[in-house]
Each structure stands twice: as structure tokens, then as C-alpha cells.
């Protein structure tokens, strides 16, 4: 390769939970730099949820890290060209790449929903993750199923 790798740049924690993920999160759902917005938003979402799993004895912020466990994705199919004929080569997924992959699935499943507000929108997107079904739970089993249906490509991994 000609370039060095970019550096990774630190992501600071969140004020509230002082956690990384949760900063990383948010910057994911965040809109024109609007930050705070989307802090609030993702805190309203957590109320929300505390309130809809009243009887759960896990804190909000351990539902969402659980959702984001359910819906995080171990394989993908990505396009490899060989002699003229394109294959869906599975692939693993690095970790970071894992992380990512699951926040945005989260938050498009979340915008796409019927609701109110989008801490509405995302407290349910989180509590259906939570339970193993919705959009974003959907997308990781449709993933892993075209990753185990071109199983038959796997030598042709870059």
C-alpha cells in the first residue's frame, strides 16, 4: 500500500453513562452535528425502554448493550469478481466493523419505524432487539442466511 493507515481517532465517553460505545452510538444517530439532540434523544429511549421492561432487573443501558449483542452480525457476503462471473463470498466480520454495522442497523430500523418521536421509534427498535425480532434482528439473520448459502464461495476469500 502507497498510504499509512489513518490513525484512530479516541472517542471521548458519554456524560451520563461514561461509556464509549454509548458516545459512538450517538454519533452514528447524530444529524448535522447536532449532538446534543441526539444525546437527548438516546436518553429519552432508555427511559422509555426502563419503562416499557419495568420488571427486568437490568438497567436500561445493559438492554441496550444486549440488543446491540442480539443484532450484531458475524458474517457477511461481500462481491468478489472472478473470470467474468461475480460470486457472494462470506466473510468475517472484523470486531470494530461488527460494533458499526450493528449501531446502524439499530438506528435505520429505528428511523423507518411507524411513531411518534425518534426516541419512541428507537426505544422500540432496542426493546425488539432486546426480544429477538424486529428490522435490525431481521437484517443479522438474512445476512447469516446469504453468508450459509454461498458457503460453496468461501475459497475464493481475499
Same mark, same amino acid.
Given at each position: 500500500?502507497?498510504?499509512?493507515?489513518?490513525?484512530?481517532?479516541?472517542?471521548?465517553?458519554?456524560?451520563?453513562?461514561?461509556?464509549?460505545?454509548?458516545?459512538?452510538?450517538?454519533?452514528?444517530?447524530?444529524?448535522?452535528?447536532?449532538?446534543?439532540?441526539?444525546?437527548?434523544?438516546?436518553?429519552?429511549?432508555?427511559?422509555?425502554?426502563?419503562?416499557?421492561?419495568?420488571?427486568?432487573?437490568?438497567?436500561?443501558?445493559?438492554?441496550?448493550?444486549?440488543?446491540?449483542?442480539?443484532?450484531?452480525?458475524?458474517?457477511?457476503?461481500?462481491?468478489?469478481?472472478?473470470?467474468?462471473?461475480?460470486?457472494?463470498?462470506?466473510?468475517?466480520?472484523?470486531?470494530?466493523?461488527?460494533?458499526?454495522?450493528?449501531?446502524?442497523?439499530?438506528? $435505520?430500523?429505528? =428511523? !423507518?419505524?411507524?411513531?411518534?418521536? %425518534? *426516541? #419512541?421509534?428507537?426505544? @422500540?427498535?432496542?426493546?425488539?432487539?432486546?426480544?429477538?425480532?424486529?428490522? $435490525?434482528?431481521? =437484517? !443479522?439473520?438474512?445476512?447469516?442466511? %446469504? *453468508? #450459509?448459502?454461498?458457503? @460453496?464461495?468461501?475459497?475464493?476469500?481475499?
Amino acid at each position: 500500500m502507497r498510504k499509512s493507515k489513518p490513525k484512530k481517532r479516541l472517542v471521548l465517553p458519554d456524560p451520563v453513562f461514561n461509556d464509549q460505545t454509548v458516545s459512538k452510538f450517538v454519533n452514528h444517530l447524530m444529524y448535522d452535528g447536532k449532538k446534543n439532540a441526539s444525546y437527548e434523544i438516546f436518553y429519552k429511549a432508555l427511559d422509555i425502554v426502563k419503562a416499557k421492561i419495568a420488571n427486568e432487573e437490568n438497567s436500561p443501558l445493559e438492554i441496550w448493550k444486549k440488543s446491540l449483542d442480539n443484532i450484531t452480525p458475524q458474517v457477511e457476503v461481500k462481491s468478489r469478481r472472478v473470470g467474468g462471473a461475480t460470486f457472494q463470498v462470506p466473510t468475517e466480520i472484523r470486531p470494530d466493523r461488527k460494533e458499526s454495522v450493528s449501531m446502524k442497523n439499530l438506528i $435505520a430500523y429505528a =428511523r !423507518k419505524r411507524s411513531g411518534k418521536s %425518534m *426516541a #419512541e421509534k428507537l426505544a @422500540a427498535e432496542i426493546v425488539d432487539a432486546y426480544n429477538e425480532q424486529g428490522g $435490525a434482528f431481521k =437484517r !443479522k439473520e438474512d445476512m447469516h442466511r %446469504m *453468508a #450459509e448459502a454461498n458457503r @460453496a464461495f468461501a475459497h475464493f476469500r481475499f
